[in-house]
Structure formats: C-alpha cells, structure tokens
C-alpha cells in the first residue's frame, strides 16, 4: 500500500535522526506541532511545502510523494509491452488472460502472487 507524505516524512526524518522540533525550525515553522500534524495526515501541505521538505530533508519530490513505486510499475508494463511484442508465447498467455471473467481473473492473481512470493 502506498505511504501518505507525511508517513514519508516521518520516514525521512527519522532517518535523519532528527526531532520533530529540529525538523520544524529547518523549515521555518513557529511549532513542531504543525509537522507532528503534517506526519498524522491531519494537515495537508501545499505543493510548495512538498519541495522545500525535500531539499531541506534531503531527498526528493518523488521519494516524498511516493513516485517512485510508480515508476517501478511504469518499467514492470513497459518490459511487458516489449515481451509482448517479441515474444509469441507471451502474448499467447496475456491474450488468453484478456478473454477471463473476473472471477476467474481473481483466481489468477492469486496463484501468481502465491507464486511469485
């Protein structure tokens, strides 16, 4: 499951070994409360805070937002549209699993997940 930013924060932030209130004054806030906030999910950060918490901490937009599994994902369909496009056998399989009912479909992720654990 995806981390929400402020999970991510946190993350970050522990990994820095720094405290709430040394986190909130290298960002400028008069209070550690607001990133103890922004941690819980309770306050949402405009996109412009997003970027000043990764220079600050370190890292990235896309470490902070989660992007990178997307990414992973992105390179996971891509290698999968080339396999398909090169391999017969493949796209044999992928267009049998297309022609599945759902239910069936459900049963499928299953045995791969199982599979692949």
Do not use: C
Not at 14 to 32: P, Q
Not at 36 to 55: L, N
Not at 56 to 81: R, Y
Request: proline share 1%; charged share 30%.
């Amino acid at each position: 499951m995806s981390k929400n930013i402020g999970e991510k924060i946190k993350i970050r932030r522990n990994e820095l070994g720094w405290t709430l209130r040394e986190l909130a004054d290298r960002m400028g806030y008069a209070n550690h409360s607001t990133v103890a906030r922004i941690e819980s999910g309770k306050v949402d950060i405009p996109q412009s805070k997003v970027v000043k918490f990764a220079e600050v901490m370190g890292t990235t937009v896309a470490f902070l937002m989660d992007w990178e599994k997307v990414q992973k994902n992105n390179d996971v369909m891509a290698d999968i549209i080339i396999r398909m496009r090169t391999d017969e056998d493949f796209l044999s399989v992928v267009e049998s699993l297309y022609k599945l009912d759902s239910e069936k479909i459900v049963g499928v992720k299953q045995m791969l997940s199982a599979f692949l654990k």
